[in-house]
């Protein structure tokens, strides 16, 4: 048997995740007056203490003999196996798996190579067991992969340590994870990649601490480096957050004399940063600046200039700058111009929203049914229903289609304008495009024939809800023709009233 009791026990007692074995203490603490003192209701009696294994323990031992394979067959891809399979998704035990690679590491038929380090390097990380993540660095360090005999390393060490620092980075774990590159770079063969120092470096930033930023931006210098454009954006970004503006276009300046291009990056972080410090005129100059040295204009770029000259007050300069980009085609087709429009129409500035999102459909944009929608709102409220009509006609023609809510409000102030027969027309052309009247687009254009006295029409229409099962019982549809009929009549009379006064 290659498991017993005792090593079971051990195990997990050393396991950092479980409290130590208790010690009993002398006997003299055990003996209770006679008789024993009541304890309150309020207290709870402790456990006993025992050195022998719990039923934990001894369902440990039997989980283990039945998954993992025999000590003198484990080989590091058997271990693997199981602790992907059978170890990692246990309910109880999942927090053992380092101690069961400890325990293979001591048998002598067993040696650890580059794919249980991997395989336990990233379970660590990803469970944050940072402590442990330590110590099987140093583990590593003091026994090679098996790969690695002679002068050359292993070369899956990179990706190993790598992933380690970048763990300890995005925890905060600045002094692990200096301690983990460096000796990353006293194992590896040759230079260390510069996507690790930058990780590092982003670490710093992020820990609010540029002065150590600086200090390892320093040591990439004296290591002779190939700086890149991650390493002047960490350092750019590190700076506007600390509020060293100046100092960001410092090294934007000395990031162009490395012969060094800004990237889309580089450019969005020093926009931001004008834009929030309140100097428009330099965020948007920054902004054309993008454009003339042939950078690609991204979706977060345009966000962070309409945001930041909403933010000032300057709708219309926000809107004037997406027109303006829309004619040098700089525009993405991705961005999302809804909020913008509806910056607009709060301000009673419809028009130009309208002359905006025309133009963007003109260049080819995507048409955006948040902002059509708001659109035709802020048409229909401001009392301009055949504007919100005419735009609502030509956002379905584009293949943009409204929901039942705004197109039924429409309807309705179409009908109660007198135009009821042009809400009709909308109606065909939304059904011919796809859109489902309902109940309510019906009742609302029988309403509207009715006022205007087309009974024809209207009968026409609900008869039409008579064919698709919209009205609930005969007493519905005689009101609605009842309702016409009383209209056609009091329509005719009306008219025949109009005459004789006029003839008079």
């Keep these: 048997m290659r498991w017993n009791k005792k090593n079971v026990i051990t195990l997990v007692s050393n396991s950092t995740h479980l409290p130590a074995p208790l010690t009993p203490p002398s006997p003299e603490i055990y003996r209770l007056p006679h008789p024993p003192p009541k304890l309150p209701n309020n207290i709870s009696i402790p456990p006993t203490l025992t050195l022998s294994p719990s039923p934990r323990h001894s369902h440990f031992l039997n989980f283990l003999e039945t998954n993992l394979p025999h000590h003198q067959t484990l080989t590091p891809q058997s271990l693997v196996k199981f602790l992907r399979s059978n170890l990692r998704h246990h309910p109880l035990f999942a927090h053992h798996d380092f101690a069961v690679f400890n325990w293979a590491a001591t048998l002598d038929t067993f040696r650890h190579d580059h794919e249980s380090f991997l395989w336990m390097s990233r379970s660590l990380a990803a469970t944050h067991r940072f402590d442990d993540l330590h110590r099987l660095l140093s ?106 503006f100046e100092m960001a276009l410092g090294m934007f300046r000395e990031m162009k004399e490395r012969g060094c291009e800004p990237n889309v990056v580089s450019f969005n972080t020093l926009i931001r940063g004008f834009l929030s410090r309140g100097k428009i005129e330099e965020g948007v100059k920054m902004a054309y600046e993008m454009i003339e040295l042939g950078c690609r204009f991204s979706e977060a770029t345009c966000e962070i200039l309409v945001d930041g000259l909403c933010r000032e007050g300057l709708v219309d300069d926000a809107s004037g700058l997406v027109i303006d980009l829309l004619a040098k085609r700089v525009l993405p087709k991705e961005f999302d111009y809804g909020s913008l429009v509806e910056k607009l129409c709060r301000e009673n500035k419809v028009d130009r929203a309208v002359e905006m999102v025309e133009n963007v459909w003109k260049n080819g944009g995507t048409p955006c049914l948040i902002a059509c929608t708001t659109l035709v709102e802020g048409l229909r409220k401001s009392g301009r229903a055949e504007k919100a009509s005419e735009f609502l006609e030509k956002m379905m023609n584009v293949g943009v289609l409204p929901d039942s809510v705004t197109f039924n409000l429409l309807l309705r102030d179409l009908c109660d304008s007198g135009h009821s027969m042009d809400a009709n027309r909308l109606r065909v052309l939304a059904t011919s495009k796809g859109f489902e009247p309902d109940e309510t687009t019906y009742h609302v254009l029988v309403s509207g024939f009715s006022k205007e006295g087309r009974s024809k029409e209207g009968e026409v229409l609900v008869n039409e809800m008579l064919d698709k099962d919209m009205l609930p019982d005969i007493f519905t549809y005689n009101r609605l023709m009842d309702g016409l009929s009383t209209a056609g009549k009091f329509s005719k009379k009306h008219q025949m009233n109009r005459s004789l006064s006029a003839s008079t």
């Design 139 to 244: 583990f590593v360090a003091a026994n090679p992969c098996p790969c690695s005999s002679g002068i050359f390393s292993c070369p899956k060490l990179e990706p190993l340590f790598r992933s380690a620092v970048d763990a300890y980075c995005r925890a905060g774990k600045m002094d692990y994870a200096l301690l983990g590159f460096d000796t990353m770079k006293r194992l590896i063969d040759g230079k260390i990649n510069v996507g690790v120092y930058n990780t590092v470096m982003n670490g710093y930033v992020k820990a609010c601490d540029m002065e150590k930023a600086l200090r390892f931006y320093k040591r990439m210098g004296k290591e002779r480096v190939k700086l890149d454009v991650c390493t002047f954006n960490i350092l750019i970004n590190g700076y506007c957050k600390s509020g060293e």
